[in-house]
């Protein structure tokens, strides 16, 4: 799969495109993805996805911003899955928000992309002021095939980002994972933390974490991924660390039934289940013993 940052380093050719921020490329997405590579078969056109970075909301409401549900490199890695041909990541800045949607149109999407095919979801907006909808994106794309995808109902509701958002939130990941088609993944490089689960008897990788959706602080039965490919059965602490007065939130991973060093390396964490919330323990020997009850509960779900 090609990647193109910046719609301007395009060469010109027919594609179909889908468009949209894609967080978290779930179900619902999939349809308009699905979509997407229908409509290439059926015109010829190359199948590429238009999407963005930063999401639009870090630059034109950063109050109404919501944690991201994956990282960008992720976001690649699961629509090359899909097997779309390229995807252009369009690097959202305010100069590029203030464009009409009539220009954005033909600028962008018929003078760069080529777009001779166009699918986008339920939702869609765009241009300045989010003033364009997909009645004005015909209009301005005279010839263009556009469809607009029909939501993907759950329980009466769409399957989106934000109700995704709320569940891994809420701690509830079997939901979740039901939406995303897969666990919710946390991802980062493993950094030094103050060795304190070493010295109990449970080393952990402390994750410095680039994924802005997290959980709700508490235990969870996990899958890590070292550079080396292989996904171990894991327990992730997620929090404060009460029991030692700790400060400052972090992402701590205990693979089971390994002791390699890695630090520096980059780790993926696959969230699976939730086994508890975040406690305060009244001393170091009962904190020991629910470790220890933890890992045997990670043990039941994941071995």
């Known amino acids: 799969m090609e990647v193109v940052y910046g719609s301007e380093r395009l060469s010109a050719q027919a594609r179909a495109v889908a468009i949209g921020n894609f967080d978290g490329v779930h179900l619902g997405h999939r349809q308009v993805l699905d979509h997407l590579l229908t409509l290439s078969k059926g015109t010829g056109a190359s199948p590429w996805v238009y999407t963005f970075d930063p999401p639009p909301t870090v630059v034109i409401a950063p109050e109404r911003h919501q944690p ?181 939130q972090r992402v701590e991973v205990h693979i089971l039934d390994w002791a390699g060093d890695a630090y520096g390396q980059p780790l993926d964490v696959d969230i699976v289940r939730r086994i508890r919330g975040e406690q305060r323990f009244p001393s170091m020997e009962a904190l020991v013993a629910q470790i220890r009850a933890d890992i045997v509960a990670c043990r039941a779900i994941l071995v």
């Open 68 to 248: 991201r549900l994956v990282t960008l490199a992720h976001k690649l890695e699961l629509l090359a899955g899909l097997g779309v041909s390229g995807v252009v990541v369009e690097p959202f800045t305010a100069a590029f928000a203030a464009q009409s949607a009539e220009m954005f149109a033909r600028e962008v999407l018929r003078g760069r992309l080529g777009a001779s095919a166009v699918a986008v979801g339920w939702d869609f907006r765009f241009g300045s002021g989010r003033g364009g909808d997909v009645d004005a994106l015909r209009a301005a794309l005279p010839g263009v095939d556009v469809t607009q995808v029909a939501p993907l109902l759950r329980d009466g509701e769409p399957v989106s980002s934000s109700r995704i958002r709320r569940l891994i939130q809420a701690g509830d990941l079997d939901a979740a994972a039901a939406f995303l088609d897969r666990p919710h993944r946390l991802s980062g490089t493993v950094v030094h933390g103050d060795a304190r689960g070493r010295t109990i008897g449970f080393p952990t990788a402390n994750i410095a974490n680039e994924v802005e959706c997290l959980p709700a602080l508490g235990v969870y039965a996990v899958r890590a991924r070292l550079p080396d490919g292989i996904w171990r059965p894991a327990a992730l602490n997620l929090g404060v660390r009460p029991t030692f007065n700790g400060v400052g």
